[in-house]
C-alpha cells in the first residue's frame, strides 16, 4: 500500500477487506430496520455471583458499534469531518425511530452516555466525556493527532422501561494523506507515563475468560487505585478490522468489601469470534487517568480456548482520556 493514501481509498479497501472477513454490510454503516430487537451494546453483564472471589457470572453478549442504526435508535454525527490536530467541538445526538432526539437516559459506570472514538488502525485512542444540550445534543471537545479514517462509538441505555443497552457505531474523518501503522505484536506488559501494566489470562471465542491486569509504578505494585467510572478500571476491547466494540464490566467494585484498589483489575469477557482484539484499559491513580493498551489474539495458535499475550502500547499516540 502505497504511502500518502488518502481516506476514500483506504476507506473502500477497508470496506472490501471487511466484507470478506466478517460479512458484507457489517465493515461500514448498515442502517436496519427499527423492527430489529435492541442489542446488549457489546455489553457483558452479571448475572450472579459464583464460588469463590465474589466475581460476577456473565452472559455473552453480542458485539456492538457495527451498525450507525440499531434498535430503533441512531447515532447521527453533526460532525462527521474534523481536521486534524485541532480541538474540534464534536456535536451528535441519538435519535429515536421517529427522528426525535433522545433526552432521557439511564446513568451507567457514572455516566449517561459513553463516547469513545479509535483511529481505524487502532493506534489512537479517545474516551470522551460529552455534555447534554435539553434538547438532547450531546457535544465535546476532541483533539484528534493526524488524518485517516476513525470510528466514533456511543454507549448508553435509553430511560425506558425494558430498554437493554446498545452501543452505535459511525464513521468520522480527518482529512489529510497518511499511512496505517500497523497493529503492535503481542506482548503481556504495556508500559504508560511510568506506569507498568501487566495482562494475565486471555479471551476466548464464544466462552468466558478472565483479564488480570496487575498495575505497578517504578517497580512496586500499585495498592490504592483511584474509582474511575464506577470501578478500578474501566476496559474497552475493539476486533481488528471491522472494530467490533466488546465493552466489559470488572469483577468487583470499590466498597463492595471484597475488591482491593489494586494492584489486580480483573474482567470477564468473551470474544465474539476468533480473530485479534485491542485492548484499551483505562484506571485512576494519583488524581490522573491513564490507558493502556494491548493486542490479544483470540483463538489463534493455542487452540479455540485461549489466547495469546497482549501486546504493548509503545509508540502509542496518547493516553487516550479527556475531560
Same mark, same amino acid.
Given at each position: ?10 476507506? &473502500? ?7 470478506? #472477513?466478517? !460479512? +458484507?454490510?457489517? @465493515?461500514? =454503516?448498515?442502517? %436496519?430496520? $427499527? ?70 437516559y439511564e446513568r451507567e459506570h457514572g ?42 462509538? &456511543? ?7 425494558? #430498554?437493554? !443497552? +446498545?452501543?452505535? @457505531?459511525? =464513521?468520522?474523518? %480527518?482529512? $489529510? ?147
Amino acid at each position: 500500500m502505497n504511502t500518502g493514501l488518502k481516506i476514500s481509498a483506504f476507506a &473502500a479497501a477497508l470496506a472490501a477487506t471487511f466484507g470478506t #472477513a466478517y !460479512g +458484507v454490510g457489517q @465493515g461500514v =454503516d448498515p442502517v %436496519v430496520g $427499527g423492527e430489529q430487537p435492541a442489542a446488549h451494546g457489546g455489553h457483558e453483564e452479571k448475572k450472579g455471583a459464583t464460588e469463590g472471589g465474589g466475581h460476577g457470572r456473565h452472559r455473552t453478549a453480542p458485539a456492538g458499534g457495527l451498525q450507525i442504526s440499531e434498535g430503533g435508535y441512531t447515532l447521527a454525527l453533526e460532525t462527521p469531518r474534523v481536521a486534524a490536530g485541532d480541538r474540534t467541538k464534536l456535536r451528535f445526538s441519538i435519535q429515536d425511530e421517529n427522528g426525535r432526539k433522545v433526552t432521557a437516559y439511564e446513568r451507567e459506570h457514572g455516566k449517561e452516555l459513553h463516547f469513545i472514538v479509535v483511529s481505524r488502525d487502532l493506534t489512537v485512542y479517545r474516551h470522551l466525556h460529552p455534555t447534554r444540550a435539553a434538547d438532547g445534543t450531546w457535544s465535546t471537545s476532541a483533539g484528534l493527532p493526524a488524518a485517516g479514517d476513525y470510528r466514533a462509538f &456511543a454507549d448508553f441505555k435509553p430511560a425506558k422501561k425494558g #430498554a437493554a !443497552g +446498545v452501543t452505535l @457505531g459511525a =464513521d468520522l474523518a %480527518v482529512p $489529510g494523506k497518511y499511512t496505517p501503522a500497523p497493529l503492535p505484536a503481542p506482548d503481556a506488559t504495556a508500559e504508560v507515563d511510568g506506569y507498568e501494566v501487566t495482562l494475565t489470562g486471555g479471551l476466548r471465542p464464544g466462552r468466558s475468560g478472565e483479564l488480570r491486569l496487575n498495575v505497578a509504578k517504578d517497580g512496586k505494585p500499585v495498592t490504592d487505585l483511584q474509582p474511575h467510572l464506577g470501578a478500578y478500571g474501566h476496559l474497552v476491547a475493539l476486533r481488528s478490522g471491522d472494530l467490533a466494540y466488546l465493552h466489559v464490566h470488572p469483577n468487583g467494585e470499590p466498597g463492595d468489601g471484597a475488591t482491593k484498589p489494586g494492584p489486580e483489575i480483573s474482567f470477564t469477557a468473551t470474544a465474539p469470534s476468533p480473530g485479534t482484539y485491542r485492548l484499551f484499559l483505562e484506571f485512576r491513580h494519583e488524581g490522573g487517568v491513564r490507558t493502556a493498551a494491548f493486542t490479544v489474539e483470540a483463538g489463534k495458535g493455542k487452540g479455540a480456548g485461549d489466547a495469546e499475550p497482549a501486546a504493548d502500547q509503545h509508540g502509542q499516540e496518547a493516553p487516550g482520556h479527556e475531560h
